[in-house]
């Protein structure tokens, strides 16, 4: 059942009818309170239970409107709020110091709802009246968020008119619901924490991966800049040929450490002006196993390795180191091949000028089929806007 059904059928009354026989009120304030229960387990996005939350207690007290405040470091940020703010409606950003709310400190303190009947025949604080007034309420209740034995949050409750006061039966449903609450919101935050730290700790080891792709450039100053550009167009390329988004990262990845393995490349012969004789070339040829070797055991980059290992593989089975064709060789690795060589093209060496744009688009062409795979370079050309060079 969806929260709007919940907040539906705040208005039904205290009886509930079920094929067409009359329910104790209990049973069917209990039906509700578990129906929200459920609701409340099945995300562990903080601000759907919270949502889900304030909706569920409004509906199952049968009040008027209701606010879930979170706590935090002495101050109270507003998570949730039924029905939505009125427009122009503030209230310090919805940010409350709690020293301004005793009434919400004494809930918390005691751990027990604190409810006001009528809030004209009681004192309250510049902060609080500003709050109930700006809703109109005539009573409200401040029922304290509990999990672990720990104050997570607050749920305001109100109504319009004044209410004389709850059953022992209503407090007992707003205590189990507020309990619900508390865990959902605990289990919500942590698993929030957990995300941020799973965020940061990526950051980090992206973090530590571009460091690497710029120590190898700084021993290779003739591809300064090669790897930055041929990654950001490999995500680009990869995203057009409709490479999932949750991939996008291992294709970056992947593109930043392409010739990591050139580490282990001796400088005579990664830093050599002329063409590599042939035992010179079978240790540049090593440079694919030498990154496969360096970062195989590192399991947060095992989803990237394809491209260092296979990005030198070629469609017709000619490549290295495996000898791979077609299909077979990995689509992050037919992509950065195109992209890869078509940035070197463009750039110049100590050997040759760079080629121009429409040169380098004119030999990826002619190498579709036989070095580069069809399809990626086709969606290549028509990225670049440069179809028509024979690709049929």
């Not at 619901?177 to 605990?186: H, R």
């Not at 990654?231 to 995203?239: K, N, P, S, Y």
């Not at 012969?269 to 970062?295: N, Q, R, T, Y």
Request: aromatic content about 6%; glycine content about 10%; some cysteine.
């Amino acid at each position: 059942m969806g929260v709007a059904s919940v907040r539906s059928r705040r208005v039904q009354g205290r009886g509930v009818k079920s094929q067409g026989l009359d329910q104790p009120e209990g049973c069917g304030d209990l039906s509700m309170l578990l129906e929200v229960s459920l609701e409340l387990s099945e995300s562990l996005d903080l601000d759907t239970v919270l949502q889900t939350a304030i909706i569920g207690a409004v509906g199952v007290l049968r009040l008027d409107s209701g606010a879930i405040y979170l706590l935090k470091d002495g101050s109270l940020k507003l998570g949730a709020t039924v029905p939505p703010l009125p427009p122009g409606y503030r209230l310090d950003d919805t940010l409350l110091a709690l020293d301004e709310h005793p009434h919400i400190a004494e809930a918390l303190h005691s751990r027990k709802p604190v409810f006001i009947s009528n809030v004209e025949e009681v004192q309250l604080t510049a902060g609080e009246r500003a709050a109930i007034e700006g809703r109109g309420l005539a009573s409200i209740m401040y029922v304290p968020v509990i999990a672990r034995g720990v104050p997570e949050a607050v749920i305001i409750v109100g109504s319009t008119e004044v209410h004389e006061g709850f059953s022992g039966r209503e407090v007992a449903l707003c205590q189990m619901l507020s309990a619900e609450i508390g865990y959902a919101v605990a289990n919500a935050r942590l698993y929030e924490a957990v995300e941020s730290a799973a965020r940061e700790l990526r950051a980090a080891y992206d973090a530590t991966l571009a460091g690497w792709s710029q120590a190898l450039e700084m021993r290779d100053q003739d591809t300064r800049g090669h790897t930055d550009r041929s990654a950001e167009l490999a995500v680009e390329l990869a995203r057009r040929l409709g490479v999932p988004e949750e991939h996008l990262s291992n294709v970056r990845r992947g593109a930043l450490l392409h010739d990591i393995g050139k580490m282990a490349v001796p400088d005579h012969i990664l830093h050599k002006p002329g063409p590599l004789d042939e035992s010179e070339w079978l240790v540049m040829k090593k440079h694919p196993d030498f990154a496969w070797e360096l970062l195989r055991g590192i399991g947060f980059l095992s989803s990237a390795l394809e491209i260092p290992f296979c990005h030198h593989e070629r469609w017709d089975g000619s490549g290295y180191p495996r000898g791979l064709q077609g299909e077979d060789i990995p689509l992050p690795a037919r992509i950065f091949a195109v992209i890869d060589v078509y940035d070197a093209l463009t750039s110049d060496r100590p050997y040759r000028m760079a080629w121009t744009h429409e040169e380098a688009l004119a030999y990826i062409d002619s190498q579709a089929g036989v070095q580069f795979d069809p399809v990626v370079v086709r969606a290549f050309l028509e990225h670049t806007g440069s179809v028509g060079y024979g690709l049929s």
